[in-house]
């Protein structure tokens, strides 16, 4: 079965310093990951995805992802952070043939 | 282009009713699904459907209902409202792949705030 992990609940970050917001997953093949982002009374929000190639991931906004297959991390990150980054994060892992499936989410905080 | 368009916005129940929440694509996606989010539980798949007249169930299916009559709509029933069904429900469509096999990411609705009283 799918699951995946956001071990933090909660990330606060300095307005220009560089941001890290942890995944982890456990799949019995090979996984297609997702970053999304939801901001306040909205829908989520597609943000980049690894299928297959080069671990380095970039997306949207000057986000970008880190695949490890040995640590099974999916790990999101950004060079220099906004207060305009600050929302709910949430990672997810859809295997062959099944459905998706979503981490609880990490609050990032960007402070100014 | 609109997306995935869900309504009500908002809507306040009393235990027992029930109601309909709806939702459209125009982007001609195979694939649909219904989640509900609560705190610090990520989103849990209630419905899904992978084309015009086919549905299963999900992770919480338990007091809800679907149907998938055209491509473009896939509403979500409430049978009898209970209290533990205050939740935000987000609809999303996605391209679903020959084999249900796509890396296509979903796209979202803005949801619907539900509460029962």
């Known amino acids: 079965a799918q699951s995946v992990a956001q071990p933090e609940d909660q990330v606060n970050v300095a307005e220009g310093n560089p941001l890290t917001v942890k995944c982890t997953y456990s799949?019995?093949?090979?996984?297609?990951l997702f970053w999304y982002v939801q901001y306040p009374n909205r829908g989520l929000q597609f943000l980049l995805k690894?299928?297959?190639?080069?671990?380095l991931v970039k997306g949207s906004y000057g986000f970008e992802a880190e695949f490890n297959k040995s640590q099974t991390s999916f790990h999101l990150k950004k060079p220099s952070a906004l207060v305009s980054d600050s929302a709910l994060y949430f990672c997810?892992?859809?295997?062959?043939?099944?459905?998706?499936?979503f981490g609880p989410g990490t609050r990032l905080s960007v402070l100014p | 282009n609109a997306g995935v368009t869900q309504t009500p916005k908002f809507q306040v129940l009393k235990t027992g009713q029930s109601m309909t929440l709806q939702c459209a694509q125009d982007?001609?996606?195979?694939?649909m699904s219904w989640y509900r989010q609560d705190p610090g539980m990520g989103l849990r798949l209630i419905h899904y459907?992978?084309?015009?007249?086919?549905?299963d169930q999900g992770e919480v299916p338990n007091g809800y209902n679907v149907s998938r009559s055209t491509t473009e709509d896939f509403p979500l029933r409430l049978l009898s409202a209970a209290p533990s069904q205050t939740s935000v429900y987000f609809c999303?469509?996605?391209?679903?792949?020959?084999?249900?096999?796509?890396?296509?990411?979903?796209?979202f609705g803005d949801g619907t705030r539900l509460s029962i009283l």
């Open positions: 799949v019995s093949g090979n996984p297609y």
């Open positions: 999303a469509s996605s391209y679903s792949g020959p084999l249900f096999d796509s890396n296509q990411p979903q796209h």
């Open positions: 997810a892992v859809r295997e062959y043939g099944q459905n998706f499936v």
């Open positions: 982007m001609n996606h195979e694939y």
């Open positions: 690894y299928i297959t190639g080069d671990n």
């Open positions: 459907s992978v084309g015009a007249g086919i549905t």
